[in-house]
């Protein structure tokens, strides 16, 4: 290792060994603690916490629970880096690290990238090694990026507290991301180290609400307009249409029920259903939208219903980009004898995330750390190797922004120069986000 980095870099990853324990249990903590997308005030409050133990000045309150540390910011001028780590968790009450009080866990390794983020922020903030930055990081504490709880998120929007349901799509919004120039990024993975990021869906989200006409179930049904009927033709229609999807276009459509009634003894008089709508390209998922809507008016107009279908911006879709060499020869000397993955510009992933939502202003490189095991979103997930899911993770961060910012910054410098937003400036972004709010809307017969 010592003929492999310099000795700045021996120092930051001494630094981040000698505070292993710090970073598993800042992991460990938040493993135990999960919380929800814009709920996330616990973890969001930890990770504040532990910034300012280091001394550094801390902006809060950033789409709700969003937090931004920085340090040399007198430097930003000539180059700004964040390193990002997200706040929330999913709904999965079962597993056997979910948080009772919130029903959350962290079954997509989110905790991971914020142990890894704290780690390298032990070792930059080390004045000896924040001296040899020519340029500003920021440790950026990002909320919301699971996509869930839709009409909770629709009622924040209502009380103005937000206008988008995603966390980073709600910080481009806010200018949050106005001060970064380039931003790493990090997700567990179950297929070990890999490196790149790889395109992914886009998509919007619905809430579609089916109004019926209550009556009594069994004295007098034909009285009574059955909702949950008409979402359930809804959903059949939708089956139905899903051979209309093209492969290539790699759509998915995933409604879930959250209503379907109050009583078993009453004709359900509402059904309401959250759904994304994911495709790879703007064209896939705004047909798909189309299709959607239609499947469920074709239910409604069945059953005499009524209806009410939201559609609102979810993200845009993410795209591959590779990382520079400076920080591929780094993670391959971090991961000694484990092979590194680097993304292919032809693999997509039907997931989505808000990533891509940066990336259409800015860059953003990913990498992924091992040490999981089960399946990511699912009550199985779990960290195997601590090693390698934390503390490797905070030495890629902390080695890759050491060397993107040292010699004048030029490796960050050149990867901003060279890439190409797909917006010219967040208000264009803004504008194009806002154009997918609409609401259809018919009474019942």
Same mark, same amino acid.
């Given at each position: ?66 937090? @931004?540390?920085?340090?040399? %910011?007198? #430097? $930003?001028?000539? !180059? ?8 929330? *968790? +999913? ?114 989200? @619905?809430?579609?609400?089916? %109004?019926? #006409? $209550?009556?009594? !179930? ?8 059955? *909702? +949950? ?217």
């Amino acid at each position: 290792m010592a003929a492999t980095f310099d000795t700045t870099e021996q120092r930051i990853l001494k630094i981040i060994d000698d505070n292993r324990e710090t970073i598993v249990e800042f992991a460990r903590d938040i493993y135990d603690h999960a919380e929800l997308g814009y709920k996330e005030f616990r973890t969001s409050k930890k990770f504040v916490d532990f910034m300012k133990s280091l001394q550094l000045p801390v902006q809060t309150d950033l789409a709700i629970t969003g937090a @931004k540390a920085y340090l040399n %910011k007198e #430097k $930003a001028g000539n !180059a700004s880096l964040a390193l990002i780590g997200e706040l929330d *968790a +999913l709904r999965i009450p079962q597993h056997a690290h979910a948080n009772q009080e919130t029903q959350a866990a962290h079954c997509c390794g989110h905790h991971a990238q914020l142990a890894g983020v704290i780690g390298a922020a032990l070792a930059l903030t080390d004045a000896e090694v924040a001296q040899k930055l020519d340029g500003q990081v920021i440790f950026f504490a990002t909320p919301a990026e699971e996509y869930g709880e839709i009409e909770f998120k629709n009622q924040l929007i209502a009380d103005g507290r937000i206008a988008y349901g995603g966390g980073k799509c709600e910080l481009i919004r806010i200018g949050a991301f106005d001060d970064v120039d380039v931003a790493l990024a990090h997700h567990i993975s179950l297929e070990g180290i890999r490196l790149g990021s790889n395109s992914g869906n886009g998509f919007v989200s @619905k809430v579609i609400r089916i %109004k019926g #006409k $209550a009556a009594h !179930a069994a004295g007098c049904p034909e009285k009574g307009v059955n *909702a +949950l009927s008409a979402a359930s033709l809804g959903l059949q229609a939708l089956a139905l249409n899903r051979e209309t999807f093209r492969d290539e276009d790699c759509v998915r459509v995933h409604p879930i029920l959250t209503k379907g009634g109050d009583l078993v003894n009453v004709v359900p008089n509402e059904a309401v259903l959250e759904t994304l709508v994911r495709g790879k390209t703007l064209e896939a998922f705004a047909d798909a939208s189309v299709k959607t809507d239609r499947s469920f008016k074709a239910g409604a107009l069945a059953m005499g219903a009524g209806y009410r279908i939201e559609t609102m911006p979810g993200y845009l879709p993410s795209l591959w980009q590779p990382a520079p060499e400076e920080m591929a020869d780094a993670v391959k000397a971090l991961a000694g004898e484990k092979t590194v993955y680097e993304v292919r510009p032809e693999e997509h992933s039907g997931g989505s995330t808000d990533v891509g939502d940066v990336q259409h202003l800015l860059p953003v490189i990913t990498f992924n750390t091992g040490g999981a095991v089960g399946g990511l979103h699912q009550v199985d997930f779990d960290i195997v190797d601590e090693e390698e899911a934390y503390v490797l993770t905070a030495k890629i961060f902390a080695l890759s922004a050491y060397r993107m910012l040292k010699n004048g910054a030029e490796v960050t410098k050149r990867t901003k120069q060279e890439y190409h937003p797909r917006f010219a400036d967040k208000q264009e972004y803004i504008a194009f986000m806002d154009s997918f709010n609409k609401v259809e809307e018919a009474d019942i017969e």
